[in-house]
């Protein structure tokens, strides 16, 4: 250690106690490092000699005052308060004794310190603050390796904030404006809306009977309306989505109809409305988390499920529950939605409810059909608070939905019990429910839009109990032969309803509504796969019934054929070849022992919605 200076006096001299033990300096103290010497003989510890500091032992009174800051530190302390002194000096310019002593205390900067400041003021020549600008300052101050030589912009908050929204408003009326480019001319625009009865449907879809009783939905000349470019990207988005559902109805075959003018073919159009959509509004959450926004993924999903691109529609439901949960429609019927069409009065307006319920029935279709999990387990759309106001139809269109995804929960829930719950619904309607509905070209459009959804709710019905007990056709040496029978019957159910919806004379012949189109096609396969299955299970059938379900089939294919000339309809069309293909004389169907379901030689594979991939061998080719 050190020795003691000549000059100190006797106290000062006087020593210390320390704990036994102590061999640090008072520097290596403070600093909380190891004191570590070189040799016995060293009198100054290693860290003192390279700090240059005075090594004294803690035996003596610590007389040496506390050292300087790091050098660094002192250099960036500096800095700060020069910079502080700089933004007052800006702030209140005409404050003399602020200034002056700002000024003061710029000259007696450091050299470094001068630099820094200089650059400062070169940088930020003609630059404006205002009373938010010292926060914006602080916000910014970085580490020197930072900030110099760079310079520093800064502006104030509401400055930044103004400047940010500006630029948003910019984004949304530019892709408002990309919208609005989309849409056909008025006068096309009319003759969409008027030759096509999806336009009731398409503002009726989001309001119960009541509210379309009492006037409180978009009235169906509103479809024909087009929004101004300023309106809301979400708002130009559902318009347009109601217009190509009308526009893929609109019968082009028809003569009668004036011809567009429509520089694109309509199919063509409106796979390029869907997919400026699909990039711009849909995949933005700022632009979609409205009331509007939600609408317009449930139209999209429909359209998807049109075009039979039923992936990308379970996809897009999936994705606007997600976001309804998000926006908690799903929890509280006072729950606040967000709406953002001024056009649309207060009482016109869906409420948050039955674009839930929507959404829910929707996903639940398309999930029954893929054979994918749905995407809420939530049914409050259908609790008895909920339904209090809803008609016998509308309560049976919710049962179904909450059935929906008991069948694809079988496992969990006994097949005769959804079966019951179906039963039970079916005689609360009475006989003459089930009837088949006339739907005549004569009928006005809201007259024939309530028989249409009528006809769909019995399809609905039928095909659930069909895919209820699919699963027991495909083993009938395991299952009951009521299984089997009830799956049957609901099969032809659907078919002699979808001979009706398909008429050459029906109005819907064009109607782009794909449920049961879809259920038809599962139906006629389910009974084509009766015939197959019946050739390794020694089953005899009627000859009467197999001539019944041939001219059904018949008739089925007969329709699906003309559909996929007249429309350019690909799912009809390639569910006619499956159909033609699998009733071949001689080949399939009632084809005797030996024909059968599965693998082997000469076996082909198709791919059947529900399904999945369907293995049929010819009989001797096992």
Sequence with gaps: MTEIAPNQTDAEVRRRKVRKGTHSCWECRRRKIRCQYGGGDDTICLPCQARGSICRSQEFVDSQPPQLPDRRLAQRLARLEDLMAKVVDRVMPESGSGTSSTQNYSRHASPTTSNYTGSMEDDDA????????????????????????????????DGTRRSSSRGQISRNERISQTLYSLFPSQQDVDIITKTSIARFWVVSLFSSYRDQLEGKFETPDSVSLIPSPNSHPTVLSKRLLQLCICLYDHPGANPEIPLLQMQIPPREQVNNIISIINQLVTTNDDLIATAEGLQTLVLLGHLHSTLGNLRKSWLIFRRAISLAILLGIDRSPSNYLKYVDPSIPLNQRPTPQAIWYRINAYDRFVSLILSLPVGSQNNSFASEPSMTSDTQQERLGKLHTVLARRILERERIPPNQINSDLDNAARSLGQDWWSIPCLDSSLDHQTLLARTQHLFLQINHFNLKNILHLPYLTQPAHSSPEYISTCLSASREILKRFIIYRS????????????????????????????????????????????????????????????????????????????????????????????????????????????????MHRAGDR
């Design 504 to 615: 050459p004379q029906s109005p819907l012949i064009h109607y782009s509504f794909r449920q049961p189109d879809y259920a038809a096609l599962i139906s006629s396969l389910t009974l084509l796969l009766r015939y197959l299955y019946s050739g390794s299970t020694q089953e005899t059938i009627p000859s009467k019934e197999i001539e019944q379900d041939k001219r059904l089939l018949s008739i089925v294919l007969e329709r699906m054929q003309h559909l996929g000339i007249i429309n350019d309809d690909k799912i009809l069309g390639e569910g006619a070849e499956v159909i033609e293909q699998m009733m071949s004389p001689g080949e399939f169907v009632g084809c005797g022992e030996g024909c059968g379901v599965g693998e082997g030689r000469g076996c082909i594979k198709l791919n059947l919605p529900y399904f999945g991939v369907v293995g």
């Design 126 to 157: 003609g630059y404006e603050f205002d009373e938010n600008s010292v926060d914006s300052m602080l916000l910014t101050i970085r580490p020197t390796s930072y900030t110099q030589g760079l310079p520093i912009r800064t502006r104030s908050t």
